[in-house]
């Protein structure tokens, strides 16, 4: 099978594709993919650390606001729409998947030029312009949550498999969780509440967490926190103003990024973060209560759409993020921590929305597509 998968931009676009190159290549070790990307996103990095090759083009989220800035977007983007179609003639893939951002329109308009079926991954509970638009030249939309279904109107194929994400459930072993536990500088004395806001950070949340550590808040449960490597020094500087060495805070261990995601996530009884769809997908598969405080002016307001899925299971607990103080955060995570049997029960609410096995329901789509295509 040859595969062209169009992922560009942010983690959110470029992981799900990563992971379903990686199925295609279990099912078929024989496939050929390359990834469709520009130059500026994180799919330099992620996309070569995966082992796939990546092939960049013009390609930029346009406007509808008139401007000197936006008529060059337009431009570079019709010259990216060649650049793809030149693309797809010399590679001439089996199939083109598209998983959401500007990259797919491109993708997209050069698998209909070129007769090669496309499908289109939509993670979000809220789909993105591009998804919206294109999902009428697409053979099949697959979305990562059923609110999404409905939303999503000009295909007649829409299938909900949900976001294949790396992290699974694990069921530790006592000592097992024992050495994850103190390798994390914490204690099993108390519950553990893990805060991160994606792999930039989260200032709002950062800010809030700063006031309880001042505060001396932090008593009857402890925090693992990922600042975000950008947002780490900053934080730092901002604790020694106040006489507080990052190193040595009661019940609080503070990291610039995550690297043991899994392991971390698995063992955490609360989540603190923002409502990424990868983010509200973990969450769910590994049963966990959460408070989301979603990403304000994003499209579509799709952060909220995401933590509405969750909220409305009785599965987490919302805070706007221009609501978000020290006090409410304090008191919402003490409500649910302090409560074992609500963590209990938020948790289960959680898990009647996963979706496991993600990459086999996408990957018998692809398969279907193709076999109808023949």
């Known amino acids: 099978m040859r595969v062209l998968i169009a992922a560009a931009g942010t983690g959110g676009h470029i992981y799900p594709g990563i992971s379903i190159a990686n199925k295609i290549k279990k099912e078929e070790k024989d496939s050929k ?41 337009l431009f570079k983007t019709f010259i990216g729409f060649r650049q793809a179609n030149k693309i797809v003639k010399e590679f001439k893939p089996d199939i083109i998947i598209g998983t959401g951002g500007y990259i797919c329109g491109a993708a997209v ?51 909900f498999t949900g976001t294949p994400v790396n992290i699974k459930k694990q069921d530790y072993g006592i000592n097992e969780k024992l050495k994850i536990i103190k390798n994390m500088g914490l204690t099993e004395t108390k519950p553990i509440v893990l805060v991160f806001g994606g792999s930039q950070g989260a200032q709002k949340i ?62 955490a009884d609360l989540v603190v973060a923002r409502s990424g769809a990868m983010t509200i997908t973990e969450i769910a598969n590994l049963a966990k209560p959460s408070i989301l405080i979603p990403l304000p002016n994003v499209s579509k307001d799709h952060q909220m759409h995401n933590a509405k899925v969750l909220e409305k299971v ?61």
């Open 33 to 73: 993919i390359i990834f469709l990307g520009t130059t500026r996103g994180l799919e330099n990095d992620l996309v070569n650390r995966a082992g796939y090759e990546l092939k960049t083009i013009e390609a930029y989220g346009l406007s509808t606001n008139i401007s000197l800035k936006n008529i060059k977007k």
């Open 109 to 159: 308009v050069a698998g209909t030029l070129n007769k090669v079926p496309t499908v289109l991954h939509e993670s979000n509970a809220f789909p993105g312009k591009a998804v919206k638009v294109l999902s009428k030249k697409a053979n099949a939309v697959m979305v990562s949550f059923e609110d999404a279904v409905p939303r999503i109107t000009n295909c007649k194929n829409v299938v």
């Open 206 to 267: 950062n800010e809030a967490i700063i006031s309880l550590i001042e505060a001396k808040k932090i008593k009857n449960y402890q925090i693992y926190w990922s600042t975000g490597p950008k947002q780490y020094d900053i934080i730092k500087m901002k604790l020694n103003e106040k006489n507080i060495n990052i190193n040595n805070i009661p019940n609080c261990k503070i990291v610039p990024y995550i690297y043991n995601m899994e392991e971390v996530e698995n063992i």
């Open 314 to 374: 009785g599965a987490a607990k919302i805070i706007k993020n221009a609501d978000l103080t020290d006090e409410i955060l304090q008191n919402t995570i003490e409500n649910i921590i302090l409560d074992k049997s609500k963590c209990i029960e938020m948790g289960k609410n959680a898990f009647k929305i996963s979706t496991l096995n993600a990459e086999n329901k996408i990957y018998e789509v692809i398969k279907k597509v193709m076999n109808e295509r023949k």
